[in-house]
């Protein structure tokens, strides 16, 4: 399975669940209007003369019944999503996290976001946030209902007790969910079941009602033990709904957490130290987080954050089992954390205090690296090339400014900054008026560093800018955005680099503000064939000249296009490209997925991803809020197409 | 007459499910204020924790600042010593900071204040060529001023937050959820103006 069926199979399920829940839907208003029927019947009976054709029919009824239960389950629902969809940050703060500012990160933590860096570059996937949360368990979290939103939380045991290894593992399997979408599939899980739990609140509530009512005469009673009995119907339906609910909520995340364990062993070719990090957390015994908010978003977490019998997670000992595909080996203790767990540990400490040794870090205990048949689609051991080439690419100065919520305004401003003197004494003076004379100086001492960086690092650059960016207020932001807008018109075009900083704000900055306003798809690929049409052309104009019909033809194909000819060069131009998204943002999922997989079977065709080429990718998906694969080849010097080192 | 009977289920289904779904709506509408709030308050504290980010950066900036200032600058015995002094202030106001307290007041006066010393200083530097000179001193001079440009913009965003904070409950549906459950207005970070001025100044003009 590649990037896409991942995605698709998450896809599968959610349609899964969609049927379920609109036939618990369908269930729960069959049930609470039996009584109606049997009564109706009932009396028909007693009439004199023939029963009509259906005794048990009111449309009246059955209206009122149906209408009343799928209002509330909707709003049910609506209600819970509301609370979930203020994007991974909201979670995360709601969660009690504080956002780790590199500036102020401790060693340890720098060791974090150095790891998520790395990890984020390497599966071509947006740098998310991180957060912290003070708690001694070891957990991990990724939130967010989009890649784009996405953001991980780590707890402070998780980033103090264990090793590199280990916490690279644990980052993976947190990249994991994001890119399979498999947080968009438990928020509409817990929707799904928050809506039919509300029909047994309701339940509950009538049966208070009643209780309280005041004894009266028997004609009045009647109505009480009416009420009482709908009232007791409702809790069982929706208790046994939401039960149900659960049960398959669980048996989906654990699905999931298997397929990102065995995806982050993938990513980081180094299943024994995810495994070990399992091991470490089975060592401790007691691995629960004390917020109390954690109960529910249980399935957001690494490990089960509390423990229930409709566990979201496997258990522990089933998942280094897979992970190792062998016998599961005794936990290990972490020596950090004898002083800080409570009694609870001790037994489990005690049977397994005696060795030190790791079991699963020998390498003759580990199978073979899983092989990946869609190699372009995983980063292959691109996480260790990642480091070194940002090393080489960016001075240091220069990595931590795109850190910075203050100067990674600087450094979106300078790649968009102009190549002549005139030029850039204007663009220096629109800074100063809109950002103030310190951003301007700010702008001119950065100015070397960005522009010694080669060209394939750029989009990298952009990425690594983006969680800092994610901290300004809404003023600042606008303050910024005009101000940058300002700048790119400075020269009177608008070139792809600035083009794709523009779409990657969009996505990623201006959705947070304007909540999630993704248009509802539902459009299908047949509606926007010519708009799909120019922008597999572009892409291929974009890419190798002697092969623009090929490249062409390869997305083309993906799609069924009918012409065998690209456009015209001169209709491949960005204005072009902007209006096509525009009307290509209003495709439902799936056929947004399957044009920026021709897009990127277009881009592919040459086996030589050039920098325009990857920023045409990178801002066309973004802009159609679907995740590409990684371009960690063209970082890599080592790659066929790699192009850090060409010119040097 | 079953058309009566299915008429009446209907209206008691009615009389029943009304109230109930307007008291769930009530319940909902509620529990939506206070999550705004309670987020709120959350951004807020996020928005404070990272100036506070900054402000440690620049307390771990001063000393080294002393030491290479220290041999050039005999004679401004006094003016070394004001920035110790405010240092140490400004590194005990944030040390309360992180207990959980929003003393935001204490921290804004304490860091007005080693921002004042540390202008004084770079003022009184400029008299000493060599050591204007100074490659570290340089180095310190422009960190300082970075980390100095980077505190002003958290406290920018952090006054965004306490204002969008204040603004929910101070106005109407969400000041009678924040009187329920405690949240109150909180304060802004309030010395843009005096951050410039000379401490002895501020003191005098009763800030």
């Known amino acids: 399975m590649n990037f896409f069926d991942h995605q698709d199979a998450a896809r599968k399920a959610t349609r899964r669940l969609v ?83 590199p500036a102020g990160a401790s060693p340890a933590e720098r060791r974090l976001l150095d790891v998520v860096e790395e990890m984020s570059i390497a599966s071509g996937m947006p740098v998310p946030p991180v957060y912290m949360i003070e708690d001694e368990s070891i957990n991990a979290f990724a939130a967010g209902t989009s890649p784009r939103n996405a953001v991980l939380g780590f707890t402070r045991g998780a980033v103090d007790r264990l090793t590199r290894d280990e916490l690279q593992g644990v980052v993976a399997h947190e990249f994991s969910h994001v890119a399979h979408g498999d947080m968009r599939l438990n928020i509409r899980l817990a929707c799904a079941v928050a809506g039919v739990m509300v029909i047994a609140l309701i339940g509950r509530g009538m049966l208070q009602v009643v209780a309280r009512a005041p004894r009266s005469r028997s004609k009045k009673d009647d109505g009480g033990v009416g009420l009482a009995l709908i009232g007791l119907l409702l809790i069982v339906v929706g208790s046994l709904g939401a039960f149900f609910g659960r049960i398959l909520q669980a048996a989906v995340s654990r699905q999931r957490e298997f397929l990102a364990d065995a995806s982050a062993a993938q990513y980081t070719r180094n299943p024994g130290a995810l495994a070990d990090a399992l091991r470490r957390i089975a060592g401790i015994g007691d691995n629960r987080m004390a917020a109390d908010a954690a109960g529910g978003l249980n399935h957001f977490f690494f490990t089960s954050a509390v423990n229930t019998w409709l566990a979201t997670h496997p258990p522990i000992a089933e998942r280094i089992r897979r992970l190792e595909g062998a016998a599961v080996a005794p936990a290990v203790p972490s020596p950090a954390i004898s002083s800080q767990v409570g009694a609870g540990a001790a037994a489990a400490m005690g049977i397994a205090g005696a060795s030190n040794a790791r079991p699963g870090s020998s390498p003759a205990s580990r199978p073979d690296p899983p092989t990946n048949a869609s190699g372009a689609t995983t980063p292959v051991r691109a996480i260790e090339n990642v480091r070194p080439i940002l090393k080489r690419g960016m001075s240091k100065r220069l990595l931590e400014a795109c850190g910075e919520p203050y100067d990674a305004q600087a450094v979106l401003l300078l790649l968009a900054w102009g190549h002549d003197e005139a030029v850039r004494e204007r663009q220096r003076e629109i800074v100063r008026a809109g950002l103030g004379p310190p951003m301007a100086a700010l702008v001119s001492r950065l100015r070397p560093a960005v522009t010694d960086v080669h060209e394939t690092l750029h989009m990298v650059m952009i990425d690594l800018c983006m969680p800092a960016m994610q901290q300004l207020s809404r003023p600042q932001y606008t303050a910024f955005r005009n101000t940058l807008a300002e700048v790119m ?89 902007d209006h096509a998204l525009e009307r290509l943002a209003h495709l439902d999922e799936a056929s947004r997925h399957a044009v920026v997989q021709a897009v990127s079977e277009a881009v592919s065709e040459d086996a030589l991803l050039q920098p325009r080429e990857h920023l045409l990718l990178r801002g066309i998906a973004d802009r159609l809020n679907v995740l590409v694969p990684s371009a960690v080849e063209l970082l890599d010097a080592q790659a066929p197409g790699a192009a850090i080192d060409r010119r040097s | 007459m079953p058309v009566t009977l299915a008429a009446l289920t209907t209206r008691e289904l009615a009389v029943v499910v009304l109230p109930i779904a307007v008291a769930l709506l009530l319940v909902i509408v509620l529990a939506g204020l206070y999550n705004g709030l309670a987020i709120a308050r959350v951004r807020m504290r996020n928005a404070l924790s990272q100036i506070d980010v900054q402000l440690r950066r620049r307390h771990d900036l001063v000393p080294n600042l002393v030491e290479t200032v220290r041999g050039y600058m005999e004679h401004e015995r006094a003016t070394l010593h004001a920035v110790i002094q405010a240092r140490a202030a400004a590194v005990e106001a944030a040390d309360g900071l992180r207990g959980g307290g929003m003393a935001v007041r204490a921290l804004a006066a304490a860091s007005a204040n080693l921002d004042g010393a540390l202008h004084a200083l770079f003022a009184r530097a400029e008299a000493y060529p060599d050591l204007k000179a100074n490659a570290v001193m340089q180095n310190l001079q422009e960190e300082l001023v970075t980390t100095e440009n980077r505190v002003a913009f958290a406290r920018q965003a952090f006054n965004d937050a306490v204002m969008r904070m204040n603004e929910r409950v101070a106005t109407f549906p969400g000041n009678l959820v924040a009187g329920l459950f405690g949240f109150e207005a909180a304060e802004p970070w309030q010395t843009e103006a005096d951050t410039r001025a000379v401490p002895g100044v501020r003191l005098g003009a009763g800030a």
């Not at chain 1, 209007?33 to 005794?55: C, D, F, I």
């Not at chain 1, 048990?56 to 609506?78: E, N, Q, R």
């Not at chain 1, 209709?571 to 490209?577: N, T, Y």
């Open chain 1, 489 to 577: 018109r400075a020269d009177g075009r608008v070139n792809l680099l600035e083009w794709a900083i523009r779409s990657v704000l969009a996505r990623r900055i201006e959705t947070r503000f304007g909540g999630l306003r993704d248009p509802v798809g539902r459009l299908t690929l047949a509606d926007c064939l010519d708009a799909a049409r120019t922008l597999v052309s572009t892409v291929a104009w974009a890419g190798e000249r002697s092969r623009v019909q090929a490249a062409y033809l390869r997305g083309a194909d993906l799609l069924r296009l009918r012409e065998r000819e690209p456009l015209d060069a001169n209709r491949c131009s960005l204005d072009a490209v």
């Open chain 1, 19 to 101: 049927v379920i829940f609109v036939l618990s839907i369908v269930g729960v208003i069959a049930v609470l209007y039996a009584p109606v029927a049997v009564v109706l019947t009932n009396e028909a009976a007693k009439q004199r003369g023939p029963l009509p054709m259906m005794p048990w029919w009111d449309p009246g009824a059955f209206v009122c019944i149906a209408g009343a239960v799928s209002a509330v389950i909707l709003l049910g629902a609506g209600v819970k999503r509301l609370q979930l969809t203020g994007g991974g940050k909201t979670v995360a703060e709601s969660l009690g996290g504080a956002w780790v500012n």
